[in-house]
């Protein structure tokens, strides 16, 4: 029984649950049971597709499986928190890759560079011969972040950036949802609610435009107004910009089809 497991940020909710949905079939989806994924499993059962729910150490061992061609997908997602704190981030995601060691075949990883910490993750693992797969371009350059993953990576982030010009701050349909958090998260601001001095970090920053990053993603359901929302509070311009998750949809399907080999 072919195992995989997808260990990521939680601003990738809604690629992990068009993957379920609209990717290859997955006979079995475990979602570990942790208050990260709530967001995940309302989002499936809002798309009526069945997962199970269960803690990590009632998960099946690898040495406990059965033989059969049944591909089963594992999702564990980790906080926001460990954006803003990149050997924070990498401590956990290294530990978190090595448990899943005993429960799966592969692990894509669902993150950038993040501040140029997990670069080298996939190495690090390789003498482990447990393979480790991490967001890459077409060109197999590691995408910088969770915007350039849905902008298809670094060149057409750059380009983006470019065209729009500096100070532009950037919301996913999830990052426009959660953004309060997103803001604590990445430092911006440990009090989101206190406009006055969040804009003046903004304003320090030189932040004058929101892009509303549409991913094609329809699972929440109050993007825009979110994004509004955000634009309305600090004064910024909402500049539309097309995003995809066919990078993510790529990277998956390479790992699915490496696990299926095993």
């Known amino acids: 029984m072919p195992v995989m497991t997808i260990i990521g940020c939680r601003i990738f909710e809604d690629e992990v649950v068009h993957l379920i949905e609209k990717g290859p079939k997955i006979e079995d989806v475990i979602v570990v049971d942790s208050d990260n994924n709530s967001g995940l499993i309302r989002k499936l059962n809002e798309i009526g597709h069945s997962c199970r729910l269960l803690p990590l150490e009632k998960i099946p061992l690898i040495s406990e499986r059965k033989d059969s061609g049944r591909f089963t997908l594992i999702v564990d997602l980790l906080e926001f928190a460990l954006d803003g704190f990149p050997d924070k981030l990498k401590e956990v ?6 448990r899943m060691k005993e429960y799966s075949d592969a692990v894509l990883l669902l993150y950038g560079l993040c501040g140029n910490v997990l670069g ?3 190495k690090d693992f390789e003498t482990d011969g447990f393979p480790v797969f991490i967001l890459t371009d077409r060109e197999g350059e590691i995408v910088d972040d969770c915007v350039g993953a849905v902008l298809g990576g670094r060149g057409s982030f750059l380009s983006k950036l470019k065209s729009e010009g500096t100070g532009t701050y950037f919301l996913t349909p999830v990052g426009a949802t959660y953004w309060k958090e997103m803001l604590v998260a990445s430092r911006i601001t440990p009090d989101p609610d206190n406009v006055e001095m969040t804009k003046m970090v903004f304003d320090y920053s030189g932040y004058k435009n929101v892009a509303k990053v549409d991913t094609g993603l ?4 109050e993007f825009e107004s979110k994004v509004r929302e955000f634009a309305d509070r600090f004064g910024f311009v909402v500049v539309d910009m097309e995003g995809s998750p066919e990078l993510i949809e790529r990277c998956y399907e390479k790992a699915r089809e490496e696990v299926l080999k095993k």
């Not at 995601?93 to 090595?98: K, L, P, Q, R």
């Not at 329809?218 to 359901?221: A, F, G, H, L, V």
């Open 120 to 122: 080298s993750v996939e």
């Open 93 to 98: 995601v290294y530990e978190t890759i090595e």
């Open 218 to 221: 329809r699972y929440e359901k």
